[in-house]
Structure formats: structure tokens, C-alpha cells
């Protein structure tokens, strides 16, 4: 995906069978969320439309129907609709998990409680727009549990707003505590040798999407490997073994690289571990640009 | 950010590292700051295009497809963010079992391989032990708990007074120590015969006490297990998760940790409405009992001070029918009483604690049958309640336009506390009554206030 361009297309409508939906209206048990069986259809039509292709078989959609929370998304639909019998149900389920979940990705009941509260008005829906209240709920689509999305909810909330901040905050601390940061090098000998920049990037994007993934949790995230294993749902051993592997493979490639680009093996491995002050540059650059972008409304 | 784990990293030793170069290209990928106004939270550049919440749940749910999840790693290989996310949004049970992926099968490494290997040996081991030995082995360890039923006359009982076998080592024969006991025997048949009888019956026995004692165990997780899930097809996932988040909400609304045995809840429950606001009002501290986080916004007219018990303004208006002239004063049990009914205590403890909460309409409702069926418990009229919290006779209940009331006699007279958030009538959307004075309000705009006397002042925390 990296450096593929993605077009924005409308999604094509998918029109389900009115049997099926009445199936799945039954299932769900959206009647007692204020849900007419007519309105509960429009939403799976949504969902379908949002993640198959407009060419999905019956048999497809069926399967892909099948595998939603079609509970969770009437319970969720009800809700942004402000019907009451759903707003109990979901707060009796999930209000003490929204907390927990909050606690657990913010150390700190204060801190937890903004989190989970900040949340709280956007899936009630305080706004409005034609009539209509605005509720983040609307955006649940089944695919996974309501408390998984209400937990990727939160955590995003608690990346784009808080994060951001203590970002922000952290280097204007370092600005006025004197800490200088490294002018840019304008001496060429210092500079990134091209071929070890070409030689990496092509190690890098021969890798697989699970490698790099994994890659990029060890080292630059510092996850362990059971958490990574826990990500991807496989034994903490296979991870080991996948970091031992990819590492090693990506460090052959790279001297495999530059030795094709005319280093000799010696040449090479002392090249390839150079320090790249260069590079740490670029990030403190970025850092910096993102934290202008914070300012712009 | 990296959670604590139970392994952290590979020993340096085996491996060099990452050269810092490819650390560096890897780390300096596009990925473009995340917008946080959209519910989808995508970036405005599809090339930067982070997946939405349902994606990442998804993702950490494994129930994506394969295209899907591919599509989701590119991204995630490159957005730091975005990993964080999909790490916070992994489902903390998950942190008890082995994560198991359907599309690639297990491996086993040798080591495993050789424990298991092992452990199979030594059971094998004491299994033949115990066929070899059968009764014996059972009847030294058990002969304290169980009265072994008397021998017949002229045979030596297995009663092993003072021996006590080391578990390497397999018991002595009965018949060796009874002779090293000097003890009158029978014939070797007779004997043999006798140990058997013996043994079948201390057998007998100790089965039948495991029995009674597992039987007694089930019907105690049976009475405490919840009740009645709603029932739906067994193949949706859903429903599932619906009967094990009820086990689990009742298990944590009573305040114990999830998979140890849930306290005993309410059975069945009259009112739809009631059903689940039984499951989240369990719970002697009732964090948070019932909880309306919706709000209706209503016009804010700041509420009039002074006490106003629910006694006078309930004689302003026919009295409610037979639900109040029916309705049982039973002594509210104490505290501890309370704790021990919601942990799954003696039901001889005494009457089941009364349960509290909100229907719907916003009428206060009280159980005192252990949530079989609710009464309306008028506590002031024209007010529409959304939460509740009680501690034994303790009871608060607050509503709309900063209505709170409190009642210290289980509900028979209420008592209206003034409050004044900074000038502005809010709605409170949660209760939490932490001691009999010791209270946290939340409000309809998240705003929390705190009070350390019994509700007679407030402040923020």
C-alpha cells in the first residue's frame, strides 16, 4: 500500500434481500431499540456497501452479514437515535467498561474520567444538524464488538488529543530549558551515503506488511513480544522467531544491497551502521511541522 | 509506548539488532497527523488514510479478512498512531489466553515438545501406581477427613495411624504394617478380601463426600449464576457475548473480579426496563448503580432550595396504589450483611438487600425480593430520576434540573438537597455514594462535584 495512491470512490450501494434482512432484523432484536425493520435494512445496506464491492454475490453478503454484531449495531443505531430503552441497555453494559477501558489506556482516575467523559457527548450526540442529533455511534458498523470499537474510540481520542499535547508541550519544555537542537549539517561528508539509503529502503519494502508490522512494534514502539503476539493473534515464540529472522534477512539485504552497488562485504557492514544523525534531523523536523499543524484551527 | 509483558525483549546476545539505518528509514515514513473531528478519524490524503475505529476493532478482534488485514498492516508498519490504537483496542481478556491464529497452524518447538513429553510420563507413572495400588493410596490420604465405616470382625482396618506416605514413595501395604503392628489378621485371602471391601467402601465414601461436595458447589454457582439471558440463535456471536457480558456485568456490579463465581442476582425481573437497570444497580456501593448518562436537556431554572420531603409532596397527590400499601418494610440488612448477600454469602444472612433503580421513565423503583419484581417509590412529583445510588437505608437519587434527593429510612421519606452548580442546573447523570458521606456527582455536562459531609457541601474535585 505504501506509495499506491488510493482514489476516493463512492461506495456502490448494496441492496440486500428483504427476506435476509427481515432475518437479521429478528436476530438483532432492533424492534425493542426503536428500529423499524424498513430503517434497520438501510443500515445494513450501509455497512455492506461500506466494505464489499458493489460485484458481492448473495452469498457473499449473506456470509459478510453473518459475521456482523448485528446486536451491537441496532443497539448502536438505537442509541444515536436517542431511543431510551437502548441509551439503559448500553449504559448498563458498557459504561463501567468505557471507564475501565479509559483507566487502562490513562493511568489516573482523573485522567481516565476525561477521557471516558469527552467521549460520553459524542456518542449521545450533543449536536445536531437538521434535526438530526450527531452521534459517533452512528459509525458503528458490527464489524467487531461495540466495546472493541468503543476502546479503539477512546485510545483515538487519546492519541489525536491528549498525546498531541504532551508532544507539543515536551518540546517547547525543552526550548526554554536551553536544549538546542542540532542545526541542520551542511557538511556533505556527514550526510547519508545515497547507496545505504536506496539499499535500505529496498530491503524495507521487500518486506512484508506482517514483517515491517512487526518490525515496527519491536523496535520502534518497544512493545514485547507478547504483546505483539497478542496483536496478531499468533504464540509469543513465532514472534521471536519472526524478529531473529526479519532482522537478520534485513541486514543481509542490505549489504547484499550495497555490495551491488559497489562496496565491497567490509565496506558494506561498517557502512551500514553508521550513525544517522541526518535522519534523527528529519524526525525532530517532523515533530516540530506536526506540532504547527496543532495551532491551525 | 510499550505495555508491560510477561517476556520483554530477545537477548542481545543472540542477534545484533536492527542496523540504525533501516530504524531510521522505517521510523520516517509518511504518516500524516490524524483528525480527530471526523467519527471515521481518516486523514484528508488517501495515501495517509488511517483506518477508522471499526477497522482497528476488527483488527484486534482477528475478524477481518485476509485482504482486509493485509490493507491494515501497511498502514500499521507505517503509523506509530495507529498501532498505538489498535494496541489499546485489543480486548483485555485476551491477555489470559493463548492467542491462537486460525490461518497459520501451531508450531512446537522441541522444548515444549520434551515438557510435555514429560509430564505425560510421570502421570502415566502415577497412574499405574494407582492401578497397581488401588484404594490405598486414596485411604491414607483421606482417612482423616472420612470415618471409615468399622470392619468386620477379625479383619484389620486400613486405618493408618501414623504413617503418612511420601508422594515418591508408594504406601506401605496394610497388610505389612499391620503385621509390623503385631495386630491380630485373618488369612492372605481374607485379607486381601477385607482390604478390597474396605478399600471400596472408604472409595464409596470419599466419592460420595467429593460428590455431595461438588453437588453443594453447583447449586451454589447455580443460584448465583444470572439468569435469564435473552435468548438468541446460537451462532451469533452476539448473543454469546450477551449471556457472558451479563455474567460479567453481575459479577462486576457486585464488585467481584470476572470468572470468579457471580454473587447471586436477581432471577427474573417483571419490567423490561428493569432488567438490565437490576444488573447495573446491584452492588451495595451501586458505582454506578443506575446510570443515566442521557440526559434530557432541560431547561435549566435553578432548583428551588430547601428540603422537600418526598412525604409533602406526595400528599399533594393521590397516594399510589396498592403497590405502596403492599409494600414490605423489611429492616434493610446492614452493611455487612449487604456485603456478604452481593459476594455470594450464607443465605441465611438474612433478607435479600433492596435493590434500586431507574426505570425508564425516570421513576425511582426499589426490589426487596432480590429483584423479582420492582415497586414505584414515589419520591417527588414532576421529576424524572436518572440516577441512583444506596447504601443500605442510605439512599440518593438525583435527576433532572439538579433535582437530588436522599433518604436515610430505605425510601419511606426523602429529603431534597439544594444544590447549585455554580449557578447553572444541570442534570445528574451518576451517583456515586462511596460511604454515608462520601459522594461523587457527575453531571450531564461531565462536570463532577464531590462531597465530604453527607451531601451537605459540594465542590469540584
Known amino acids: 500500500m505504501s506509495g499506491n495512491q488510493e482514489t476516493a470512490?463512492?461506495?456502490?450501494?448494496?441492496?440486500?434481500?428483504?427476506?435476509?434482512?427481515?432475518?437479521?432484523?429478528?436476530?438483532?432484536?432492533?424492534?425493542?431499540?426503536?428500529?423499524?425493520?424498513?430503517a434497520f435494512a438501510c443500515v445494513l445496506e450501509e455497512v455492506a456497501s461500506k466494505y464489499l464491492p458493489g460485484t458481492a454475490s448473495p452469498s457473499e453478503i449473506s456470509d459478510f452479514l453473518t459475521h456482523l454484531r448485528v446486536e451491537e449495531l441496532a443497539l448502536a443505531r438505537g442509541c444515536a437515535l436517542g431511543n431510551e430503552t437502548a441509551w439503559e441497555i448500553f449504559l448498563t453494559r458498557y459504561r463501567e467498561k468505557l471507564f475501565n477501558a479509559a483507566h487502562s489506556i490513562v493511568k489516573?482516575?482523573?485522567?481516565?474520567?476525561?477521557?471516558?467523559?469527552?467521549?460520553?457527548?459524542?456518542?449521545?450526540g450533543t449536536r445536531t444538524a437538521e434535526g438530526r442529533r450527531i452521534s459517533k455511534l452512528n459509525s458503528f458498523t458490527g464489524r467487531g464488538s461495540l466495546e472493541g470499537w468503543l476502546r479503539a474510540v477512546l485510545a483515538q481520542e487519546y492519541v489525536n488529543r491528549f498525546r498531541r499535547q504532551q508532544r507539543s508541550v515536551s518540546l517547547e519544555e525543552q526550548a526554554e530549558a536551553g536544549v538546542q537542537f542540532e542545526a541542520e549539517a551542511t557538511d556533505p561528508t556527514q550526510a547519508i551515503d545515497a547507496r545505504l539509503r536506496e539499499a535500505t529502503d529496498q530491503a524495507l519494502i521487500s518486506l512484508s506488511a506482517e514483517d515491517k508490522f512487526i518490525l515496527a512494534n519491536y523496535y520502534l514502539d518497544g512493545r514485547t513480544l507478547a504483546e505483539i503476539a497478542r496483536l496478531l493473534g499468533v504464540h509469543e515464540s513465532t514472534i521471536s522467531r519472526k524478529v531473529e529472522k526479519i532482522t537478520a534477512w534485513t541486514r543481509k539485504a542490505i549489504i547484499s544491497g550495497l555490495m551491488k552497488r559497489g562496496m565491497s562485504r567490509n565496506e558494506a557492514e561498517q557502512t551500514m551502521e553508521v550513525e544517522v544523525t541526518e535522519i534523527s534531523l528529519d524526525v525532530r523536523r517532523r515533530l516540530m511541522q506536526e506540532k504547527g499543524q496543532q495551532t491551525v484551527p | 509506548?510499550?505495555?508491560?509483558?510477561?517476556?520483554?525483549?530477545?537477548?542481545?546476545?543472540?542477534?545484533?539488532?536492527?542496523?540504525?539505518?533501516?530504524?531510521?528509514?522505517?521510523?520516517?515514513?509518511?504518516?500524516?497527523?490524524?483528525?480527530?473531528?471526523?467519527?471515521?478519524?481518516?486523514?484528508?490524503?488517501?495515501?495517509?488514510?488511517?483506518?477508522?475505529?471499526?477497522?482497528?476493532?476488527?483488527?484486534?478482534?482477528?475478524?477481518?479478512?485476509?485482504?482486509?488485514?493485509?490493507?491494515?498492516?501497511?498502514?500499521?508498519?507505517?503509523?506509530?498512531?495507529?498501532?498505538?490504537?489498535?494496541?489499546?483496542?485489543?480486548?483485555?481478556?485476551?491477555?489470559?489466553?493463548?492467542?491462537?491464529?486460525?490461518?497459520?497452524?501451531?508450531?512446537?518447538?522441541?522444548?515444549?515438545?520434551?515438557?510435555?513429553?514429560?509430564?505425560?510420563?510421570?502421570?502415566?507413572?502415577?497412574?499405574?501406581?494407582?492401578?497397581?495400588?488401588?484404594?490405598?493410596?486414596?485411604?491414607?490420604?483421606?482417612?482423616?477427613?472420612?470415618?471409615?465405616?468399622?470392619?468386620?470382625?477379625?479383619?484389620?482396618?486400613?486405618?493408618?495411624?501414623?504413617?503418612?506416605?511420601?508422594?515418591?514413595?508408594?504406601?506401605?501395604?496394610?497388610?505389612?504394617?499391620?503385621?509390623?503392628?503385631?495386630?491380630?489378621?485373618?488369612?492372605?485371602?481374607?485379607?486381601?478380601?477385607?482390604?478390597?471391601?474396605?478399600?471400596?467402601?472408604?472409595?464409596?465414601?470419599?466419592?460420595?463426600h467429593v460428590a455431595r461436595n461438588k453437588a453443594k458447589q453447583h447449586v451454589t454457582l447455580m443460584e448465583a449464576v444470572s439468569p435469564p439471558a435473552t435468548v438468541r440463535a446460537e451462532n451469533n456471536p452476539a448473543a454469546n457475548t450477551e449471556r457472558e457480558e451479563k455474567k460479567e456485568g453481575n459479577a462486576l456490579a457486585a464488585g467481584d473480579l470476572p470468572g470468579a463465581p457471580a454473587p447471586s442476582a436477581p432471577a427474573a425481573?417483571?419490567?423490561?426496563?428493569?432488567?438490565?437497570?437490576?444488573?447495573?444497580?446491584?452492588?451495595?456501593?451501586?458505582?454506578?448503580?443506575?446510570?443515566?448518562?442521557?440526559?434530557?436537556?432541560?431547561?435549566?431554572?435553578?432548583?428551588?432550595?430547601?428540603?422537600?420531603?418526598?412525604g409533602a409532596a406526595a400528599a399533594k397527590s393521590p397516594p399510589p396504589a396498592p403497590s405502596r400499601a403492599s409494600m414490605r418494610m423489611t429492616a434493610q440488612a446492614p452493611m455487612d450483611k449487604v456485603q456478604a448477600f452481593r459476594t455470594g454469602g450464607d443465605s441465611e444472612a438474612g433478607p435479600p438487600a433492596a435493590l434500586w433503580s431507574v426505570a425508564s421513565d425516570g421513576q425511582v423503583q426499589r426490589s426487596t425480593d432480590g429483584g423479582k419484581s420492582f415497586e414505584?417509590?414515589?419520591?417527588?412529583?414532576?421529576?424524572?430520576?436518572?440516577?441512583?445510588?444506596?447504601?443500605?437505608?442510605?439512599?440518593?437519587?438525583?435527576?433532572?434540573?439538579?433535582?437530588?434527593?436522599?433518604?436515610?429510612?430505605?425510601?419511606?421519606?426523602?429529603t431534597r438537597v439544594a444544590l447549585n452548580f455554580g449557578g447553572k442546573s444541570e442534570t445528574i447523570t451518576g451517583i456515586q455514594l462511596h460511604d454515608p458521606q462520601h459522594l461523587t456527582l457527575t453531571t450531564a455536562s461531565g462536570s463532577q462535584w464531590v462531597s465530604e459531609d453527607g451531601g451537605q457541601h459540594w465542590q469540584k474535585p
Open chain 1, 9 to 38: 470512490t463512492r461506495p456502490t450501494k448494496i441492496n440486500i434481500p428483504e427476506s435476509l434482512s427481515a432475518q437479521f432484523y429478528r436476530e438483532a432484536g432492533a424492534e425493542k431499540y426503536g428500529l423499524t425493520q424498513q
Open chain 1, 108 to 124: 489516573g482516575d482523573a485522567n481516565a474520567r476525561e477521557l471516558a467523559d469527552s467521549l460520553y457527548a459524542d456518542l449521545y
Open chain 2, 1 to 208: 509506548m510499550a505495555r508491560s509483558g510477561t517476556t520483554a525483549h530477545l537477548p542481545n546476545h543472540f542477534m545484533p539488532g536492527l542496523p540504525k539505518i533501516a530504524l531510521a528509514r522505517l521510523r520516517a515514513k509518511p504518516g500524516a497527523p490524524k483528525s480527530s473531528g471526523g467519527p471515521e478519524g481518516q486523514a484528508g490524503s488517501p495515501s495517509a488514510r488511517h483506518p477508522d475505529a471499526n477497522l482497528l476493532a476488527a483488527f484486534a478482534e482477528k475478524t477481518l479478512t485476509e485482504r482486509e488485514r493485509t490493507r491494515v498492516l501497511h498502514h500499521l508498519a507505517t503509523c506509530a498512531d495507529c498501532r498505538e490504537v489498535a494496541a489499546f483496542a485489543l480486548p483485555e481478556e485476551a491477555a489470559a489466553a493463548e492467542p491462537v491464529r486460525v490461518a497459520a497452524g501451531p508450531r512446537w518447538s522441541l522444548s515444549l515438545v520434551l515438557r510435555w513429553g514429560a509430564m505425560a510420563a510421570v502421570l502415566g507413572t502415577l497412574a499405574v501406581v494407582v492401578v497397581l495400588h488401588p484404594g490405598m493410596w486414596k485411604g491414607q490420604q483421606e482417612i482423616s477427613k472420612i470415618t471409615p465405616p468399622p470392619a468386620p470382625a477379625g479383619y484389620i482396618t486400613s486405618a493408618p495411624q501414623t504413617v503418612s506416605p511420601s508422594p515418591s514413595a508408594p504406601p506401605p501395604s496394610e497388610t505389612a504394617r499391620a503385621m509390623a503392628q503385631g495386630e491380630p489378621h485373618a488369612s492372605a485371602g481374607e485379607m486381601a478380601a477385607s482390604q478390597k471391601a474396605s478399600g471400596q467402601r472408604q472409595d464409596l465414601a470419599l466419592n460420595d
Open chain 2, 269 to 310: 425481573v417483571t419490567t423490561a426496563a428493569s432488567e438490565d437497570a437490576t444488573k447495573a444497580s446491584a452492588g451495595p456501593q451501586a458505582v454506578p448503580a443506575m446510570m443515566r448518562a442521557t440526559t434530557q436537556s432541560v431547561a435549566v431554572t435553578g432548583g428551588s432550595a430547601g428540603g422537600i420531603s418526598a
Open chain 2, 376 to 414: 414505584q417509590i414515589p419520591v417527588a412529583k414532576g421529576i424524572k430520576f436518572h440516577s441512583i445510588a444506596a447504601l443500605g437505608n442510605d439512599v440518593w437519587t438525583g435527576g433532572a434540573r439538579g433535582a437530588l434527593f436522599h433518604s436515610v429510612d430505605g425510601g419511606a421519606t426523602w
